[in-house]
């Protein structure tokens, strides 16, 4: 068992869904979590987080984090030594899914309301590694700017699955190697 395996039976998706959701937490599709945005299917969420290669004591940035059960399993991957910044752009989802941390003991992570202008929180970079869960028409290069080097994000980028790794502070352009095809809700890009 691996370690994402460790943290999908620590963090039950059921914590993370709306109530009329909660029945169909066990089947591997998306699932609507309402105002328009979906909580992915686990497979896809699994593979990202093996793709992320997240460590215990990592900095973490979780873009589009919804409900935040990417935010959690993420917590969970990261432990105390760790920290994990949950960033979203609907203020509803905001609410939920800092309910939805507050249930779980992990004051290492959060969720923050993401500014409408700003993509990420650069505020708070570098990172160790970006997780985004919404489709970018190309790498998104204020994130890039985000990672520390040697930081590695997993983005969907027109509709296949991007790794990306900043190999270099200097570097004009970080290494990107495509997986499959994953079908996403659009990231909302300023």
């Known amino acids: 068992m691996t370690s994402v395996d460790d943290a999908f039976a620590a963090v039950p998706r059921a914590w993370f869904l709306p109530p009329e959701q909660v029945r169909f937490a066990a089947q591997d599709r998306a699932l609507p979590l309402g105002y328009g945005q979906t909580g992915s299917q686990p497979t896809t969420v699994?593979?990202?987080?093996?793709?992320?290669?997240?460590?215990?004591?990592?900095?973490?940035l979780d873009?589009?984090?919804?409900?935040?059960?990417?935010?959690?399993?993420?917590?969970?991957l990261?432990?105390?030594?760790?920290?994990?910044?949950?960033?979203?752009?609907?203020p509803e989802?905001?609410?939920?899914?800092?309910?939805?941390?507050q249930r779980l003991d992990v004051p290492w992570a959060s969720v923050t309301a993401a500014e409408p202008s700003v993509l990420?929180?650069?505020?708070?970079?570098?990172?160790?590694?970006?997780?985004?869960?919404?489709?970018?028409?190309?790498?998104?290069?204020?994130?890039?700017?985000?990672?520390?080097?040697?930081?590695?994000m997993v983005v969907p980028v027109a509709a296949r699955m991007a790794v990306v790794r900043r190999t270099e502070p200097t570097a004009a352009d970080p290494d990107v190697v495509l997986h499959g095809h994953h079908a996403f809700v659009p990231l909302i890009e300023p």
């Open 93 to 101: 989802l905001v609410d939920f899914g800092r309910a939805n941390l």
């Open 63 to 76: 873009v589009g984090c919804g409900s935040a059960w990417t935010t959690a399993l993420l917590a969970h």
């Open 120 to 152: 990420g929180l650069p505020g708070s970079a570098p990172y160790d590694r970006i997780l985004v869960s919404a489709v970018a028409r190309e790498v998104p290069r204020a994130l890039v700017d985000q990672l520390r080097p040697r930081g590695v």
């Open 78 to 90: 990261v432990g105390p030594t760790g920290s994990v910044q949950g960033v979203e752009l609907v």
């Open 46 to 60: 699994r593979n990202m987080l093996l793709l992320l290669e997240v460590s215990p004591g990592h900095h973490v």
